[in-house]
């Protein structure tokens, strides 16, 4: 494979693997509490953090981590204490976070043209340094979303029951916004700002389609993003067009096809139950 040849392209799929494997680990526990499109939210405010990036002529990756960060405890704080409705937090994040990153790189003396990369990805503005930024961020996605697994579960199935176990609910809503806050940026590069969500929430809709525990939708969900990441980017090489937009594509192909499988999939396993409840009545009957 002549692509593995150059080291750009290498980076890129280093990169796209760890997007595909962090993306649906956290878009797991969106879903799963109806907070889907706080990625897009997230990603608009990043846009401030990679402006900064590029004036201050420091690490947009980690600039943008910042910013996304304080976005989300800020957004997560205004939830929690009901002054406002997470739709309106929400629609300031989407709108003041783009505002103000195109605001800071006018006034800063950039172009534009700077974001454009950030807000769609591209397999060429993968570096070295953003390669080791981006593996440190997915750790720490992977060591939160895998290694308190159980606690998240239980905040994002029920709040009140959570609280009642003992379970730090507020504590643990806030490390989910900041993991989801932390996985927007590790897919910057790749999947782009404005389309990170998608890979958040896609994939786990996927795999909804065919299981239904959520080890195993997770599981599956981090299996689909990961091939999708890694072809999307891979056929960028060869196609001229920008890779987040390519891996959506694909994502949404795949969320098609195993739509349609799971149809006569469904109608099985409701004529298996059917067949196990008759056998059980008869086996009553017989008692």
Same mark, same amino acid.
């Not at 930024?133 to 697994?149: D, E, N, P, S």
């Not at 993991?179 to 795999?207: H, K």
């Given at each position: 494979?002549?692509? $593995?040849?150059?080291?750009?392209?290498?980076?890129?799929?280093?990169?796209? #693997?760890?997007?595909?494997?962090?993306?649906?680990?956290?878009?797991?526990?969106?879903?799963?509490?109806?907070?889907?499109?706080?990625?897009?939210?997230?990603?608009?405010?990043?846009?401030?953090?990679?402006?900064?990036?590029?004036?201050?002529?420091?690490?947009?990756?980690?600039?943008?981590?910042?910013?996304?960060?304080?976005?989300?405890?800020?957004?997560?704080?205004?939830?929690?204490?009901?002054?406002?409705?997470?739709?309106?937090?929400?629609?300031?994040?989407?709108?003041?976070?783009?505002?103000?990153?195109?605001?800071?790189?006018?006034?800063?003396?950039?172009?534009?043209?700077?974001?454009?990369?950030?807000?769609?990805?591209?397999?060429?503005?993968?570096?070295?340094?953003?390669?080791?930024?981006?593996? =440190?961020?997915?750790?720490?996605?992977?060591?939160?979303?895998?290694? $308190?697994?159980?606690?998240?579960?239980?905040?994002?199935?029920?709040?009140?029951?959570?609280?009642?176990?003992?379970?730090?609910?507020?504590?643990?809503?806030?490390?989910?916004?900041?993991?989801?806050?932390?996985?927007?940026?590790?897919?910057?590069?790749?999947?782009?700002?404005?389309?990170?969500? #998608?890979?958040?929430?896609?994939?786990?809709?996927?795999?909804?389609?065919?299981?239904?525990?959520?080890?195993?939708?997770?599981?599956?969900?981090?299996?689909?993003?990961?091939?999708?990441?890694?072809?999307?980017?891979?056929?960028?090489?060869?196609?001229?067009?920008?890779?987040?937009?390519? =891996?959506?594509?694909?994502?949404?192909?795949?969320?098609?096809?195993?739509?349609?499988?799971?149809?006569?999939?469904?109608?099985?396993?409701?004529?298996?139950?059917?067949?196990?409840?008759?056998?059980?009545?008869?086996?009553?009957?017989?008692?």
């Amino acid at each position: 494979m002549d692509l $593995l040849d150059h080291a750009f392209m290498q980076r890129a799929l280093i990169a796209a #693997a760890l997007v595909g494997i962090t993306a649906p680990a956290i878009g797991t526990y969106l879903v799963q509490r109806r907070q889907a499109v706080m990625g897009d939210g997230l990603g608009h405010v990043a846009m401030t953090g990679v402006a900064l990036g590029f004036v201050l002529n420091s690490s947009p990756v980690w600039m943008a981590t910042l910013i996304a960060v304080i976005g989300a405890v800020g957004m997560e704080l205004i939830r929690s204490r009901g002054k406002t409705s997470g739709d309106v937090a929400l629609a300031m994040l989407f709108y003041g976070g783009l505002a103000g990153g195109v605001m800071i790189i006018n006034v800063g003396g950039g172009s534009t043209t700077n974001l454009l990369s950030a807000m769609f990805g591209s397999i060429t503005t993968v570096a070295s340094e953003d390669v080791t930024a981006m593996a =440190i961020l997915a750790a720490f996605v992977l060591a939160v979303t895998i290694g $308190l697994r159980r606690q998240l579960f239980a905040v994002c199935q029920d709040e009140e029951f959570a609280k009642v176990t003992g379970l730090p609910v507020r504590a643990l809503n806030l490390l989910i916004a900041v993991t989801a806050a932390v996985t927007v940026t590790v897919a910057m590069r790749i999947v782009g700002l404005l389309l990170v969500s #998608a890979m958040m929430v896609i994939p786990v809709a996927a795999a909804q389609r065919l299981t239904r525990g959520f080890a195993a939708t997770l599981g599956l969900a981090i299996a689909i993003s990961l091939a999708v990441s890694l072809t999307g980017t891979a056929t960028t090489y060869y196609v001229n067009a920008p890779s987040g937009a390519m =891996i959506v594509l694909l994502a949404i192909a795949v969320f098609m096809a195993l739509t349609a499988l799971s149809a006569p999939l469904a109608r099985r396993r409701a004529r298996a139950a059917v067949a196990a409840e008759e056998v059980c009545t008869r086996d009553d009957v017989k008692v």
